[in-house]
């Protein structure tokens, strides 16, 4: 089982270009979430997705949307990319429970130039 | 809002001593607490978890953290720590709609320094 999967692991895009971070996971969660990791920051929560079909915002929705595709795929859209969302971008999911355990991909590093 | 604080954001430790990383969390109802590790270039690893029960949890790699309500802190210790253990750690805690887990708010991280 490859557990929760991201690609691309490294992207470059100029300020204005479009693209999507997909996110697959074969453990058969309920839950998904896309965070973003900055330098003294921590992550936050962009968005999440608590079961297939709805999506929710978390602390730092602007400039990105979501799709959750199916139960396996919740992919991550920037539609036009600014220097401020240069960050590493987690999607990691659940079973869906407060207390359940969070698996975490393996993170895609995004430079906007 | 639930919020989370690591008030340390570099800490040195000999190897062979003892560690102790520490976490404040300010959350309305009973929280779910979570300990990470992240070693540099790597996604998040589970170290353990608290959402009831005995107050004193033990994770894996040799850690273990005690819950404290009254000091509303979940601490995350080692008897002994190894070079191994240089990486950030982070503390989270995880809120609960009733409809599907939120997502976890995270503390800013640790970053542990080992010294030979």
Not at chain 1, 44 to 71: F, H, Q, W
Not at chain 2, 73 to 82: E, G
Request: aromatic share 12%; hydrophobic share 30%.
């Amino acid at each position: 089982n490859a557990g929760v999967t991201q690609t691309p692991k490294f992207q470059v895009l100029k300020t204005g270009q479009s693209m999507t971070l997909q996110c697959a996971q074969d453990m058969n969660h309920n839950s998904m979430y896309w965070y973003r990791q900055d330098p003294g920051m921590g992550l936050r929560l962009i968005y999440y997705s608590a079961s297939e079909g709805t999506t929710d915002k978390g602390e730092v929705p602007n400039g990105y949307n979501v799709s959750r595709l199916n139960k396996r795929e919740f992919s991550l859209r920037l539609e036009s990319a600014a220097p401020s969302q240069t960050s590493v971008y987690f999607c990691a999911t659940s079973g869906g429970q407060g207390w359940d355990e969070q698996f975490f991909g393996p993170g895609t590093r995004l430079t906007v130039l | 809002a639930q919020s989370v604080t690591q008030p340390d954001i570099h800490i040195t430790v000999s190897e062979g001593a003892s560690l102790e990383l520490r976490c404040n969390y300010s959350y309305g109802a009973t929280p779910y607490l979570f300990w990470y590790v992240q070693s540099p270039g790597q996604g998040l690893q589970l170290l353990l978890k608290y959402f009831s029960g005995d107050t004193l949890v033990q994770g894996i790699k040799g850690f273990e953290a005690e819950f404290k309500r009254s000091q509303s802190s979940f601490n995350l210790r080692k008897p002994s720590v190894h070079w191994s253990d240089a990486a950030e750690y982070f503390c989270a805690v995880g809120a609960w709609s009733g409809g599907g887990a939120d997502g976890l708010t995270f503390g800013k991280g640790t970053h542990l320094i080992i010294q030979p």
